[in-house]
């Protein structure tokens, strides 16, 4: 069983920049995909970013702005959100997938997650 905490989340300003942090336990994280799912009020939940054995994907609204990392001896997931827009606000969630070879092509789909975090709020005022 794997359990992972948010933190990093806040209030911004539009342009400005955040570093979510996911850390992770109970589980081989290194052998985990990882990806970053958001969720604003009346809206589905939306992938953002994930990251594989080595690729990393993006939607295409954060592409250029946004790039997800991890440290594998620390246990630990990144989302580093830079030129923040007020669209970006939203409850980010970060997310383990158990299954590498479905996470290839689903990567995008929250039901391919297994283990998920209590998510973190960001805000971004225009």
């Known amino acids: 069983q794997v359990q992972l905490v948010e933190s990093g989340g806040g209030l911004v300003q539009a342009g400005a920049s955040l570093r979510l942090s996911c850390a992770a336990s109970?589980?081989?994280?290194?052998?985990?995909?990882m990806g970053w799912f958001r969720q604003a009020p009346g809206k589905d939940r939306e992938f953002v970013a994930a990251?594989?054995?080595?690729?990393?994907y993006y939607i295409d609204s954060v592409k250029g702005r946004f790039i997800i990392s991890r440290d594998n001896v620390k246990n630990k997931v990144y989302l580093q959100m830079n030129s923040l827009k007020p669209e970006d606000t939203a409850v980010y969630y970060c997310?383990?997938?158990?299954?590498?070879?479905?996470?290839?092509?689903?990567?995008?789909?929250?039901?391919?997650?297994?283990?998920w975090g209590q998510g973190t709020q960001v805000t971004v005022s225009s």
């Open positions: 109970g589980g081989s994280f290194s052998n985990y995909p």
């Open positions: 997310a383990a997938d158990a299954n590498f070879v479905r996470f290839r092509t689903n990567f995008q789909r929250h039901d391919e997650y297994e283990y």
């Open positions: 990251i594989g054995r080595p690729h990393t």
